[in-house]
């Protein structure tokens, strides 16, 4: 029972423009959202969060769109740079799957910046 | 102001044997989790701990599987009896406070033989 799910399992960018990854997820409980970052074999790097009692938070280069009636976000990073090649975790928390604290994850979306 | 440390980075187990991961919180830092990332998935939520307590364990596996956070010293997840299913990348995070952003160590590679 996939709770957070980010159906992208790679996406290819072209440096300078926008990236955009997506996430949705079904359990109306989870009130708390977050994203990470990751390279291989070190761990996850956190970038964004976002409340549910926001629709928008911004950071930078990164912005978190969050749509609740949708149960969808996004993280858009602009403009894109090869160094934010990545693979991306979504993340939640407030639902059943990892308590009311531990962190519900989607399987990730590997963002490839290309020159 | 060092981060979230995780020791040992590698770990070599045979089936049967035990398999202790060491993680040391953010300074100040007083909630810690752990989670598994099999190959190709996302972390799973093992257990939240608090100094001294176990707040939620509803990740982990019924048995083989515990953890503790004493009152010094790092919080530690041990593996009874290891099996090739354990094989896995280990990470453990901290928060300054409840349903705050996580910080995670670097991983704890467990592969079984």
């Known amino acids: 029972d996939q709770q957070v799910k980010q159906n992208s399992p790679s996406l290819s960018v072209q440096e300078g423009r926008i990236s955009i990854l997506n996430c949705d997820y079904t359990n109306s409980m989870f009130d708390y959202f977050l994203w990470y970052k990751k390279y291989p074999a070190e761990g996850p790097t956190f970038l964004i969060s976002i409340s549910s009692i926001k629709d928008k938070n911004e950071d930078g280069r990164f912005t978190v769109f969050l749509n609740k009636s949708a149960k969808h976000l996004s993280l858009h990073i602009v403009p894109s740079q090869p160094g934010d090649s990545a693979v991306y975790f979504c993340a939640a928390s407030g639902g059943s799957g990892g308590g009311a604290d531990g962190l519900t994850f989607g399987k990730g979306t590997h963002l490839i910046i290309q020159p | 102001n060092a981060g979230v440390m995780q020791n040992p980075r590698h770990l070599v187990r045979r089936r049967g044997q035990e398999a202790r991961l060491r993680c040391s919180p953010m300074k100040g830092h007083s909630h810690v989790y752990w989670y598994r990332q099999l190959p190709e998935e996302g972390l799973k939520f093992m257990v939240y701990?608090?100094?001294?307590?176990?707040?939620?364990e509803s990740g982990m596996p019924k048995e083989r599987f515990s953890a503790e956070f004493p009152k010094e010293g790092p919080s530690i997840l041990r593996i009874q009896q290891v099996v090739r299913g354990d094989s896995a990348a280990y990470f453990c995070a901290s928060s300054l406070r409840d349903r705050g952003e996580q910080y995670f160590g670097p991983g704890t590679r467990l592969t079984v033989t």
């Open positions: 701990l608090q100094k001294e307590n176990i707040i939620d």
